[in-house]
């Protein structure tokens, strides 16, 4: 039975084994570990995953670094723990699931139903839990077009998760509140990344 770990990319990439954080390489290594994460036990082609993260132009000696990152990740997840699993023509990690997006999506629906049931204080409430899961941007520091493009997806949901949340605000009359935090969550949101002038 494998190790519980904890993985988390509402912010930088962590895993938590008994809440101590792994050490998890490099970049690119921490790179490889999210592309897989991402597919919940799916299989990647080896070609697909070298596009999701080098992109275009790998180098040269691409084959090799995959082949390091996923030796390095199983050292650093353990052997107890998920293993990233050569298919014959690309990699997959079983046992492995990125909780705190599996917990958000929870917090989410539950906002929504309360929302739909008219109860407009408690969609607010699980809606700031919700965003209390969130420890910076989405999958931060971490190289490569699919991770990117995720960042992109992930920023845009968050907005549009406070945009509802700010609506439910307004309509309990809660406009001091909703004006005072909407521009230094805009500012969270959009400006962080630096892709954004502010």
């Known amino acids: 039975m494998a190790d519980t770990i904890r993985f988390e990319l509402l912010g930088p990439l962590?895993?938590?084994?008994?809440?101590?954080?792994?050490?998890?390489?490099p970049p690119k290594q921490r790179a490889v570990l999210a592309v897989l994460l991402h597919l919940d036990g799916r299989s990647?082609?080896?070609?697909?995953?070298?596009?999701?993260?080098w992109g275009a132009e790998p180098p040269v000696h691409v084959r090799n670094l995959v082949q390091k990152y996923?030796?390095?990740?199983?050292?650093?997840l353990g052997e107890a723990g998920p293993?990233?699993?050569?298919?014959?023509?690309?990699?997959?990690?079983?046992g492995a699931r990125i909780d705190?997006?599996?917990?958000?999506?929870?917090?989410?629906?539950g906002a929504v139903a309360a929302r739909e049931a008219g109860d407009l204080r408690r969609a607010g409430?699980?809606?700031?839990?919700?965003?209390s899961l969130w420890r910076g941007?989405?999958?931060?520091?971490?190289?490569g077009p699919y991770l990117e493009a995720e960042r992109r997806r992930w920023a845009e949901k968050r907005m549009l998760a406070l945009e509802a949340r700010l609506q439910g605000g307004v309509a309990l009359g809660w406009y001091e509140e909703c004006g005072t935090n909407w521009y230094g969550w805009w500012r969270r949101i959009r400006c962080g990344s630096g892709r954004w002038r502010c």
Not at 20 to 25: D, F, K, Q, R, S
Not at 70 to 76: E, K, Y
Not at 83 to 94: F, I
């Open 137 to 143: 941007e989405y999958a931060e520091g971490l190289p």
């Open 14 to 25: 962590r895993a938590l084994r008994a809440g101590e954080e792994l050490p998890l390489g």
């Open 100 to 109: 705190d997006l599996r917990e958000r999506a929870e917090w989410v629906r």
């Open 83 to 94: 293993e990233p699993v050569w298919t014959g023509s690309g990699y997959r990690l079983d």
């Open 44 to 53: 990647m082609a080896y070609g697909s995953l070298v596009d999701a993260v």
């Open 125 to 131: 409430e699980l809606a700031v839990g919700a965003e």
């Open 70 to 76: 996923v030796s390095g990740l199983r050292r650093a």
